[in-house]
């Protein structure tokens, strides 16, 4: 460890592999995926959780067929899909039967704006009042 540090210190870089947290993004499954569009950087891990909030047989199911991966959404659990997509690109995920699509939209790594596309896609409202006191 001591080596390890020391190496830092001089400014070697360390053959050790560094760790990319996982981004988290929650998605709930009634009548559609909401949100339907779910947003990564290539080659950070990302882990979606899906809620199925609805009965209906065909949400019991999702699909990344680009991935080679499925999960089963049972009603009124969260379900995690781990994912990390290596190429940019846009990548469909869809319920078993495809009635229900989403996009996962994979930027270049580095790609800066990932977040700021995201802040302006759900841009927070603020009201102010101009109306004055009588």
């Keep these: ?15 050790r592999p560094v760790a990319v947290a996982a981004r988290q993004v929650r998605v709930s499954v009634a009548g559609g995926y909401h949100p339907d569009t779910v947003r990564a950087d290539a080659g950070r891990p990302l882990r979606i ?32 899909v781990d994912l990390v997509p290596v190429e940019p690109g846009s990548y ?9 699509r989403g996009r996962l939209v994979v ?18 409202v603020t009201t102010t009042s101009t109306r004055r006191p009588s």
């Design 1 to 15: 460890m001591r080596a390890w540090l020391a190496s830092i210190a001089r400014g070697r870089r360390s053959k």
């Design 107 to 124: 930027s270049p790594a580095g790609d800066t704006t990932t977040g700021l596309r995201q802040a302006v896609s759900r841009p927070e």
């Design 92 to 100: 469909e995920f869809t319920c078993a039967l495809g009635m229900l």
């Design 49 to 80: 959780l899906f809620h199925r909030e609805e009965s209906s047989t065909c949400s019991e199911q999702v699909v990344f067929p680009a991935f080679g991966k499925s999960a089963t959404l049972p009603q009124g659990e969260d379900v995690a």
